[in-house]
Each structure stands twice: as structure tokens, then as C-alpha cells.
């Protein structure tokens, strides 16, 4: 086992300063726009020598390009262009295919077909049939071109109830272990098969700086060169090894290598933001992945929605043409991600020339894709899309399809019994999970446990199969799913009982560590993140502690009555858990293990003998954070000082490095930089959480829609500004006064913000004017309220349109408010009607002007 030991203890419509608050300038966002904006590093030009040279993958077959040829020479330029557009299976029928010639579908996280979640391999199966032959046929004088149907199946076939889930990348990436991520893949390739889908939109290949980016658990390391090694047995795995007869198809299908590139890399970890760096390393640590991928055969790369040093990759013909395809020999075809082509200045969802002239060859336009299908033929047409870039795109998906035997329809597995989540992909799986887990401390060398004693399994975590598989589980979010939606699967404790069982001991569920009768022996506590996907998942600290306090107050009660505690932590990277660490016995980092928790009990605990089964192996794929402030923690950097290095970590029987006492000072990141105070980012942050309060109890609204009362007074709602479910609509019907409010459990010192010349900042939209005083109030304890009158800015707005307002924190602490101990970052009260969107509430430092006039009204 390797074992470091090294410890060391533009949609915005106008913009609005309130209420006598000029700030002057208007508040910079750390957003990704803001970050483009004001990129200090923007290139002016390139270096094309900091990339290798690399030979196309696949010698060329004269044979398959003269059958391109043929093809082109009787295609359309109409049926030409619907082969670059790639339609979301909710938003096109078989019909819309046949007649728009469109070259793909997909399904998106949480979409199945006929909408029917329980859809069986046979209803998947059904459609993508219906699919392939609405695009062959040639009823009305056609060229048949088979439909090419790509779904993300990036931990298994993650979209089907049933199938078999693997850990996710972070947990692979631990296990060090290339020659099982070649199994895995082609056992997924198996599974995903069976429901006639061609495509995966996997691996992806990012190598992460900043944990607390959204998509860490995508990525297999921070380390490049692990990240280059797994990423071409992932797609060995998936495709089969070029050259054989095999490759790309039967039981194999076409890979993507994802994000080009840079995702991993953005400013503060957020998602779709900026990557500001030097070209040569862009091209040796984020491009790690695609410098294997590419010489394995890969067949398609996905554009990223990131910029790199301010210019969008979709719209970056350097990147995508001069880089990836001529430089990097590349001759698949380029993948845009949903929707990302209306980020290229100039563009917008239904029209972009730019993207197509840039590099890109198939659009993903989900729902909106008859426009784009519409202005993109017109811009064919005009020329404003060369016909050589146009040709060129359509031979490279052609070339795809020809390779991947789409044409002849030879499909084995398709429909086959026997194969999703069948035993031995559960066993390989399982043995993922093994592999994955990190031991991080484990004083006395309390682990392996002996199965024989008397076992209390705790936290939320222990009995949550949702929660054990994360996010890209079902559903997009990997939420709003129950027990019964993973047939097969063994959750953490079901493994940990069936283990104790067999060797005569006793395990016990308790989710909240109460003791009935007699004291157990040991306590298992399994605790942590919660599930999310891409930017929902992005966070503005890396403390665990940050709305998670019941975990910490669990482990210290069960410690206090003398009882050894185990805990088994689940989260997509790593984070701060000094205090979970302090009162912890013994703590492993077992990231998201998906469907096979049984995996975790064969490493937790000895043989009946008491001989260890399977001992710790997994070692960190990215280094632990000491300190809250070290989210960007990777080593040869300077002052790189982690808790637990990259490559950390125990077997049984090793010595435990870490202490008891590790420093627990959540603020010692108060001397660096402050940076933006994310409140509301795409959904609330925490430890902030919205709640809906009027005459009656208040209401938590924890998932998509809640309300106050029978009568449903208040209503708040997920809805998209720019992207999926980034915004909510609050809706008060009037019939008595009320508020939304971002609150927080325990009271939060914020006056750093105010010391710092913060403004609070949103976009907001008006859908229907308020006809009664509304007000923005910052909250401090009962007798602590700062009111400030909003009703009439409102008014200003343009209905249905969004702008951005921004307020001087000033503005409230002249009405009174504490910022020392803030209850509510930011509630919004209306005595009467009113329909309000908002979005992106933070506190933003320097954005209040010094000489701004006092508040007024």
C-alpha cells in the first residue's frame, strides 16, 4: 500500500443602488462573469509547443472515408445541420427526428422515458428502437443516418433503477487502481448497453485546485498523472481496446473524455467559471487526462462550460481546433454541454455561429433546439457558417457512427436478462468500495472491529442508500429518492449487520445514538454531505461544521459515556472536520461508495476469528485540509501544509499519526482576503437556509416548492435565471403579512463584511408589483430587527425582467443592525401581493462605495 506519512499537526437587465446608498461602482460579483471581467492574466496570444504532438488514435481507413464521402455527397444541407443538433428525449419525439434528421438525443439526469421514472430496460430499449428507426427511415427520399443517443452514466448506469453503482471518481481515485477502472467501464459498458443506449458521457478528467468546486467527486485526483492513467482505462473499458475487433462495439460503447478544458481548475472552484492560468499548465495538469485518452481511442470530448483566462471553451477555436484537433490529432467529434454555447459572447440558446466556427460539431441544446435548428440552417446558408466547417463537423459525427457500427445495428446485449446489477457486477462494485476507503486515524488500533461484539450504528448517513451514492443517482441531484428506489443495493448498515450477525454479535440502528438497554461496545457514526450535482454543489468554505452541527453534538455524546466511536465519513472531497477528528476514536474517508455499502462492514470489521478480511489500502487521491482557509491545497505549491498529504493513508495495525487535539478555530482564515459571504448561490448556503414565516409556525422549505398554511399564503419556488433551479420565486398572496428569510440556526458574525465596505447583492425579478409596503431587513436576535423600505425600487423595475440591486450593509446598521450575531442574513417582508424572483444573494466586500450618502426613507 502507498502510505505518505508526511503529517503536519450580461442577463441582467439594469443594475440599482437603493435607497440613497450610491455605491458608485457597481458591486463586483465573484461570480463567473465578474471573474472574466476582471481577469488580470488575459492572453493575447499562444504557445502551441506547450502541447504535444500527438498522431490520431486510429490509422485512417480509406474505405470509411470514401463511405463519409458518399454519404455527404448525398445528404442535404437540412439533413447535414439537424446531424448537429442533439435533442433531450422530453423535448423530441421519433417524429421530430425523422423529420429534422437530427443526429442525437440524450437523456438528462432525472429524465427517463415516457417520464416514468420506474422505466424498465425494456420501456429504454423500446424508445431508443423507435429513435433508430424514425432515422433510418427514408420514406421521403432521405439519407438514412442512424441516431446516436448519450447518456452520463458516470458512476454505472446512474439513471436506471436498478443498475449497479460504483463509487464515484474521488472514491476510484483513492483506490489506486487502474486495472479495476478498466472492469468497471466495462461493466458499465455492459449495463448501459442493455437499454440500446450508444454513448456515455464519461470519464470525466478534471484535475481539481479548489475542493470546494462543485464536481470534485467527478474527478479521480488533484494529482494529473493519476488522473492521466485512469482516464484511459476508463475508456479502454468503456470502448474496448482499439484494434480489436470489438471496439466500440456489441458490448462496448462510445466515451467521452469531459471537460475541455480546464473545469477543475476555476477561480474559487466555480462551477462554469474561470480557469486563470498559464498555457503550459493548462496543457500539463488540467489537459493530464486527454494526453491518454486521446492516444486510447476516445471517440468524442465535451466542451467545457468554463472560460480560460476570460474566453468561453465553447467559442475557443484555438482550443478546440488548433489544439485539440490538429495539434492533438483529435478526429471524433466535440460535444457542446447543455446549453453552453449561449455563454460565447454574441450567442444566445437558439443561435450560435460562433460555437460551430470555433470548433464545436454537435450542439446540446436540450428543449430549445427547433430554433437553433432554424437560425443555425440560415446561418449555413448565408455562409456565416462556412461549408467547410460545416462538412467537417458532420464527417466527424459520421465517423463516429461508421466506427461505432451504429449503421448495421449489431447490438447483443440489447434487452438481454441477466446483466443490470447482476451479481458479479454488484461484487466488482463491492470491491470498489473496499478499495476506496481511507483510514485517516485510528487510535489504539480500534479498527478492524471484532463482528462479535455488541455494535451501535448511528448518524443519517448509516441507513441512506441516497446519501451513500450522491449526487448523478436517479436523479440529476441524486435527491427525492427513497429506499425502494435501489433494488439490489445494501446500505452501510445493512452490510454492517449482516456481518455482525454471521459472527454471533449484535448491531444496532439507532439514528441518533440513543442506548436502549444494554451499552454497546463500540459506536459506528456515519455522517456527511448531503447529495448534489455540479453547481449545486459548489460551497464558499470548506468547514464541514457549517450547518452539520447534530453530527459533531452525536459523536461527543456517545464519547462522554465512554463508548470507542468509528466514524465513517461520506462526502465528494475533502473538508474541514478537526472537530470530528478530535472526537473521533477512529475516522475513514469513504467518500460516496454507491450501491454496495456492504463493501465498508468487509473492511470495518475482522473475520469471526478475528483476522482481518480485507485491510485498508486506500490511500488519499487528494490531499486533507489542516485549516479552513486551505481549500486550494495541492502539492509542489507554495506553503502546501495539509493535514493528511496527498497519497495519506493508514492500514490496520499502523500506527495512528493525528491527535486528539487538532486546532478547532473554524476563523483563522480571518487574516487572508475576505471573499464574497455566498448566502444564496443557487440554492442557500450554509449555515444559511430559507424559511417562510407569517402568523403561523414557520416553514423550512428544504426541497423544490413549500408553503405557509392550508391556505398557502407564501409560497417559494425553484425556478432557472440561467441555469437549473438557480433562482427562487417567492409568491405572498397578501391575505395576511409575512417574510422569506435566509436564517441560520446559531447567530453568525458577519462584521467583517461591514468593516470591509460590503453591499448585499442579488439579482432580483418583479412579476408582480407590489401594491404594499415591502421590505429587505437584516435580522439580529428577537428585539434586533434593521428595516429597509423597498417598495418603491420595486416599483421601478421592469416586470418580468431581471436586474441587479445592490445594498450598502451601511444602510442597516444605521436602522440597528448587530452584524456581530446576524440571525437572518437577509429577509424579504411584504404586508400585500407580490411576485418576486431572486438570485445570487451574497455579501460582497469593497462593493459599497466610501462615500456613499446615508440611507434614506
Not at 372 to 397: C, F, H, M, P
Request: glycine fraction near 10%; proline fraction near 4%.
Amino acid at each position: 500500500m502507498l502510505s505518505n506519512k508526511k503529517f503536519m499537526a450580461g442577463l441582467l437587465a439594469s443594475a440599482i443602488t437603493l435607497v440613497g446608498c450610491d455605491t458608485g461602482d457597481q458591486a463586483h460579483s465573484a461570480d463567473s462573469a465578474s471573474v472574466e471581467e476582471n481577469t488580470e492574466a488575459k492572453v493575447e496570444s499562444f504557445d502551441i509547443t506547450v502541447w504535444p504532438e500527438l498522431q490520431p488514435a486510429l490509422a485512417v481507413d480509406a474505405a470509411l472515408e470514401a463511405r463519409i464521402d458518399d454519404l455527404l455527397s448525398r445528404m442535404t444541407l437540412e439533413e447535414k445541420v439537424g446531424q448537429m443538433i442533439q435533442a433531450e428525449i422530453k423535448y423530441v419525439t421519433p417524429e421530430d427526428v425523422k423529420n429534422y434528421h437530427l443526429g442525437s438525443v440524450l437523456n438528462g439526469g432525472g429524465t427517463y422515458p415516457n417520464n416514468d421514472k420506474f422505466a424498465t430496460p425494456q420501456d429504454w430499449l423500446a424508445l431508443s428502437e423507435a429513435f433508430f428507426a424514425a432515422s433510418m427511415d427514408t420514406a421521403d427520399g432521405g439519407t438514412a443516418i442512424p441516431i446516436i443517443w448519450g447518456s452520463d452514466a458516470v458512476h454505472g448506469h446512474n439513471n436506471i433503477v436498478g443498475a449497479t453503482l460504483y463509487p464515484h471518481n474521488i472514491g476510484l481515485g483513492a483506490a489506486r487502481d487502474p486495472e479495476l477502472i478498466r472492469r468497471i467501464g466495462e461493466a458499465t459498458a455492459r449495463e448501459v448497453a442493455v437499454t440500446g443506449v450508444d454513448w456515455t458521457f464519461a470519464p470525466t478528467v478534471a484535475v481539481v485546485r479548489d475542493d470546494r468546486w462543485g464536481r470534485t467527486y467527478e474527478s479521480y485526483s488533484e494529482d494529473p498523472e493519476i488522473v492521466k492513467a485512469y482516464a484511459e482505462e476508463m475508456v479502454k473499458g468503456l470502448q474496448g481496446e482499439k484494434g480489436q475487433e470489438d471496439f466500440l462495439r456489441g458490448k462496448n460503447l462510445v466515451a467521452t473524455a469531459k471537460h475541455f478544458v480546464g473545469d477543475g481548475g476555476t477561480v474559487r472552484g466555480i462551477d462554469r467559471g474561470d480557469n486563470i492560468v498559464p498555457e503550459k499548465e493548462l496543457a500539463e495538469v488540467h489537459a493530464a487526462g486527454y494526453l491518454s485518452a486521446l492516444p486510447a481511442g476516445v471517440q468524442t470530448v465535451m466542451a467545457s462550460f468554463n472560460s480560460w483566462n476570460g474566453d468561453r471553451l465553447h467559442g475557443h477555436k484555438y482550443l478546440l481546433t488548433d489544439v485539440l484537433k490538429e495539434r492533438l490529432g483529435f478526429d471524433g467529434f466535440v460535444v457542446g454541454d447543455w446549453n453552453g454555447h449561449r455563454f460565447v459572447p454574441g450567442c444566445t440558446v437558439d443561435s450560435c455561429a460562433a460555437a460551430i466556427n470555433a470548433g464545436l460539431d454537435m450542439f446540446m441544446v436540450p428543449s430549445d433546439w427547433k430554433k437553433l435548428y432554424e437560425n443555425t440552417l440560415a446561418q449555413a446558408k448565408s455562409g456565416e457558417i462556412g461549408a467547410e466547417r460545416l462538412e467537417d463537423a458532420v464527417r466527424r459525427i459520421l465517423r463516429v457512427k461508421i466506427r461505432a457500427g451504429l449503421f448495421e445495428r449489431n447490438r447483443p446485449l440489447a434487452g438481454k436478462d441477466g446483466i443490470l446489477g447482476n451479481d458479479a457486477h454488484r461484487a466488482l462494485a463491492r470491491e470498489a468500495v473496499r478499495k476506496s476507503l481511507v483510514l485517516l486515524k485510528n487510535n489504539d488500533n480500534l479498527l478492524p472491529l471484532k463482528p462479535s461484539q455488541n455494535i451501535l450504528v448511528a448518524g443519517d448517513g448509516a441507513h441512506n442508500l441516497s446519501k451513500q451514492s450522491g449526487g448523478w443517482t436517479i436523479s440529476w441531484q441524486g435527491t427525492g429518492n427513497t429506499r425502494e428506489d435501489f433494488p439490489g443495493a445494501t446500505t452501510i448498515f445493512e452490510g454492517i449487520e449482516s456481518a455482525v450477525s454471521a459472527a454471533g454479535g449484535k448491531a444496532v440502528l439507532n439514528e441518533n445514538g440513543e442506548i436502549d438497554g444494554e451499552k454497546p461496545d463500540v459506536a459506528i457514526v456515519v455522517f456527511g454531505e448531503e447529495p448534489y450535482a455540479e453547481w449545486h454543489g459548489d460551497i464558499a468554505s470548506i468547514e464541514y461544521q457549517l450547518g452539520h452541527k447534530k453530527d459533531l453534538a452525536l459523536l461527543k455524546k456517545l464519547r462522554e459515556q465512554g463508548i470507542p466511536v468509528v466514524s465513517v465519513f461520506l462526502s465528494g472531497r475533502p473538508l474541514w472536520v478537526n472537530k470530528e477528528l478530535n472526537a473521533s476514536d477512529a475516522f475513514v474517508a469513504a467518500w460516496l461508495p454507491g450501491s454496495e455499502g456492504a463493501g465498508i462492514a468487509d473492511v470495518l470489521f475482522t473475520d469471526a476469528d478475528g483476522q482481518v478480511q480485507h485491510d485498508f489500502t486506500g490511500t488519499l487521491p487528494f490531499s486533507w485540509p489542516e485549516y479552513v482557509h486551505q481549500s486550494v491545497l495541492n502539492p509542489y505549491h507554495e506553503g502546501y501544509e495539509p493535514l493528511f498529504a496527498l497519497g495519506y493513508g493508514l492500514a490496520a495495525g499502523e500506527e495512528s499519526l493525528v491527535s486528539n487535539s487538532l486546532t478547532e478555530d473554524g476563523e483563522t482564515y480571518a487574516a487572508g482576503a475576505l471573499e464574497d459571504a455566498w448566502l444564496m448561490v443557487s440554492r442557500p448556503r450554509a449555515p444559511w437556509g430559507l424559511v417562510i414565516q407569517d402568523s403561523g409556525e414557520p416553514v423550512a422549505v428544504t426541497g423544490n416548492r413549500a408553503s405557509s398554511g392550508e391556505d398557502e399564503n407564501i409560497v417559494v419556488a425553484s425556478i432557472d435565471m440561467e441555469s437549473q433551479e438557480d433562482a427562487r420565486q417567492f409568491e405572498f398572496k397578501g391575505l395576511r403579512p409575512g417574510k422569506v428569510r435566509l436564517g441560520a440556526e446559531k447567530p453568525q458574525d458577519l462584521s467583517r463584511y461591514v468593516n470591509e465596505g460590503a453591499a448585499l447583492s442579488f439579482d432580483v425579478r418583479v412579476d408582480r408589483k407590489p401594491e404594499l409596503p415591502v421590505s429587505a431587513l437584516i435580522e439580529c436576535g428577537e428585539e434586533c430587527v434593521a428595516d429597509l423600505p423597498l417598495q418603491s425600487e420595486l416599483a421601478k423595475l421592469e416586470p418580468g425582467s431581471w436586474a441587479k440591486m445592490s445594498i450598502d450593509l451601511q444602510c442597516f446598521v444605521e436602522r440597528g443592525a448587530d452584524f456581530s450575531s446576524v440571525s437572518s442574513a437577509v429577509a424579504f417582508a411584504s404586508e400585500g401581493p407580490l411576485q418576486l424572483s431572486v438570485a445570487n444573494v451574497k455579501y460582497v466586500p469593497d462593493a459599497a462605495n466610501a462615500d456613499s450618502i446615508r440611507c434614506e426613507g
